[in-house]
């Protein structure tokens, strides 16, 4: 059975910062391409950040995160990263990993961020 299982959200102040991880089983991690999106309510879901797999492990980040947001992976335990520093009240939203790999795509359960004084 293939899971994936975000943690990490919570409630920071803005300027704070906060790491989310998330846990991957039943699949073959390192060849997975893993993607970081984010809904916020009454908005479509938004593709954030993202780092390829295989060799390259490259990272990518959208604009409007750019330099504060970096997706990285640990493929020994199967987890995927997304730093995010200097947190903005934008940036609330439901933040959901997914692992694509050509026709194959699987989606965490989300975790909560909220950015609030």
């Known amino acids: 059975q293939i899971q994936l299982v975000e943690s990490g959200g919570g409630l920071v102040q803005p300027g704070g910062s906060l790491r989310l991880s998330c846990v991957a089983s039943?699949?073959?991690?390192?060849?997975?391409?893993l993607a970081w999106y984010r809904q916020a309510p009454g908005k479509e879901r938004e593709l954030v950040a993202e780092?390829?797999?295989?060799?390259?492990?490259?990272?990518w980040a959208a604009d409007s995160v750019k330099g504060r947001f970096t997706a990285s992976r640990d493929n020994a335990a199967n987890t995927a990263y997304l730093q995010m520093n200097n947190l903005q009240p934008d940036d609330t939203a439901v933040y959901y990993c997914?692992?694509?790999?050509?026709?194959?795509?699987?989606w965490g359960q989300g975790t909560q961020v909220t950015v609030s004084s």
């Open positions: 780092i390829t797999g295989g060799r390259t492990n490259t990272p």
């Open positions: 039943g699949l073959i991690f390192m060849i997975y391409d």
């Open positions: 997914k692992a694509h790999y050509g026709q194959y795509a699987y």
